[in-house]
Every structure is written in structure tokens, then in C-alpha cells.
């Protein structure tokens, strides 16, 4: 495995991409940011891609390249799209940004990589057991990791609570548009976490997005059985996570060498 690999967050405002260590999950260079483009579809947004990988192929060499979706993927093929142009269902994204780039691309589930991260390098860092990620955002991301591997795709943002899709009554962006106070949005996330521990009984729940900057307004107001605490990579750990599991895709598909 290289040492470095670019890892790449397709986000709701921008796309974000910086290489990052494979070991110690630090940015080697400076992240680049570019707006997410408008409509941003699988096409307009492989573009933007395609300029990130650009940029840093003139600063270094890396392999392996990682890019998220705000969206379930399975080997590459994004399936829903809660919060992203309806044009991505179906799309093989995997197969798309490989071509335009003309080299291998490994996608995954924004939530999937942040969680990921976090157990590498960040808050859920040696965590045995049932660790559950969530990321507050425009929508609710989760990644679920047992014993510090990935059980892909888990949804938890959808889960029914009070007879709404949680998201849009839990999630960051409906604090913003609703114009709640910590306490009121922090009620929601009570009703929210509390459901989710119902259900799984997770070890620790790992509280990410932007918004985990201001943890300290709104974790203390929570009463959960499992310790819940702040991610510690906040903006970078989609970034750090995509390139972590490509980097590792890369190595497993690799022909062993022959002696
Ligand atoms: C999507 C998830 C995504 C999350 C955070 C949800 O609406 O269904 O796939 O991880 O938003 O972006």
C-alpha cells in the first residue's frame, strides 16, 4: 500500500479533496474546495472531480483514489438519493469517475468513510463493540463498525421516529431552516438517539458534521445509555475515510506479485 492516498467528499455546498497519510490520517497538502456544482449530477460533479485529482497529480503521486456520495453505494453503484439530484440513482458512479479520470475510483457512503476515520484516527479510535457514527448535516449519515470494521450502508438517518423520517426533523439543516433553539433541537436528538440505542445497543455513539464543533450546546442536554461524544476529524473525515478505503480496496484487488 502507498503511503498516501487522495481522498475526495462530495458534499451538499462543496467538494472537497486532499491527500491524506495513510498512517497517522493527516492532510499532506492543503485541501482543495471547489462549490458543488449546480444541478449537481453524476456528470457535472465528475468534472469537479476530475479537477481535484488534477490538482494534487501535480503536487505528488499517490494511487489510490477515494471519492463519497451522500447516497447508499453498493460496489460502486449509488442507489438512492434522499438529498442529491434524482439522476444518480442508478448511476455507476465507480465506473464513471474511473473513466474520467482513467484510473481506478473506489466510492463509498459519505457517513460509511466519516465512521471510518473515526475509528482509525479519531473518537471511536480503539473502540471495541458496536460503534455507530452519525453525521448531522442537510441530511442524518450513519456508519455502524463492529470491533472497528464496517458494516456498510446503514440508513439510520431514515429511521421512522415519531412518524417522520428522522432526518428531516433531527438533522442539522432542520435546527437552521426551522430556526430552533439547542434545547428544542436537542429534544429531537434525545428522541432520536434514544430510538437508534433501542435498537442496537450500541457501545458508543460518535456525534459528527459540522455542527460536533458545537457539541458542547447541544451533547450535555442528551440522556443516552451509551456514552455519546463529539468525532474528532469534524470536516475531514469523509475526506480521510475515502482515501483510507481505497487505498485498501486497491491493495485487496492488487495481483499478488510473483516471486
Ligand atoms: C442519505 C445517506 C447519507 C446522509 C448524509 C442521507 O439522506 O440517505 O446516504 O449518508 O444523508 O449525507
Known sequence: MSEVALGIDFGGSGIKGAPVDLTSGALVAERLRIPTPEPATPH?????????????????????IGVTVPAVVTHGLVRTAANIDASWIGTDAGALFSARI???????????????????FGAARDSAGLVVVTTLGTGIGSALLFDGALIPNSELGHLQVD???AETRAASAARESEGLSWREWADRLQRYYGALEDLLWPTLIVVGGGVSKKADKFLPLLHLRAPIVAAQLRNEAGT????????????????????
Open 240 to 259: 480521510v475515510g475515502a482515501a483510507v478505503l481505497a487505498a485498501e480496496q486497491l491493495a485487496a484487488s492488487a495481483p499478488i506479485a510473483s516471486a
Open 102 to 120: 482513467a484510473s481506478p475510483v473506489y466510492v463509498v457512503n459519505d457517513a460509511d468513510a466519516a465512521g471510518v476515520a473515526e475509528a482509525r
Open 44 to 64: 457535472t460533479v465528475a468534472e469537479v472531480v476530475a479537477q481535484i485529482v488534477e490538482h494534487f497529480r501535480r503536487l505528488l503521486s499517490y494511487d489510490a
Open 163 to 165: 412518524g417522520h423520517d
